[in-house]
């Protein structure tokens, strides 16, 4: 389970946008369900398209390159929706290394600093 704080934010006209303070997103929360769901999606859809290259690379070496955070500011431990990405991005990494393996394909780490 992921938790993103927020602080209550108001809108310019001075209506009050009510944000929760703790947005929970993993299996007993908002959106959980969702990242599994495309985790999943991400690991059948990644394994037609390597097998496509492989196929057709013939004797050429395949090297997969790993996703890196976009959202990662250097604010790791401190902001709390960092480390929920860095968790995502973890996993879908993870699912990427598994499929990449499975066909002998190289991974290079772009998500590591």
């Known amino acids: 389970m992921r938790r993103i704080s ?4 108001s809108l310019h006209t001075g209506i009050a946008n ?9 299996p007993s ?9 495309t985790l999943a999606t991400y690991e059948e859809t990644l394994s037609v398209i390597l097998d496509e290259i492989v196929a057709a690379a013939g004797d050429a070496t395949v090297v997969f390159m790993q996703t890196y955070n ?21 996993e879908l990494n993870q699912i990427a ?7 002998g394909i190289q991974v290079a780490d ?4």
Do not use: C, H, M, N
């Not at 927020?6 to 934010?9: E, M």
């Not at 009510?18 to 993993?26: A, K, L, R, S, Y």
């Not at 959202?71 to 973890?90: I, W, Y």
């Not at 772009?110 to 600093?113: G, S, V």
């Open 18 to 26: 009510q944000i929760p303070e703790t947005v929970v997103i993993g």
């Open 29 to 37: 929360g908002g959106g959980g369900e969702r990242i599994d769901d």
């Open 6 to 9: 927020t602080s209550k934010r």
């Open 70 to 90: 976009p959202f990662s500011l250097g604010f790791a431990g401190v902001v709390a929706f960092e480390d929920a990405s860095d968790a995502t991005v973890t």
């Open 110 to 113: 772009a998500f590591t600093p």
């Open 97 to 103: 290394a598994g499929v990449a393996a499975a066909r």
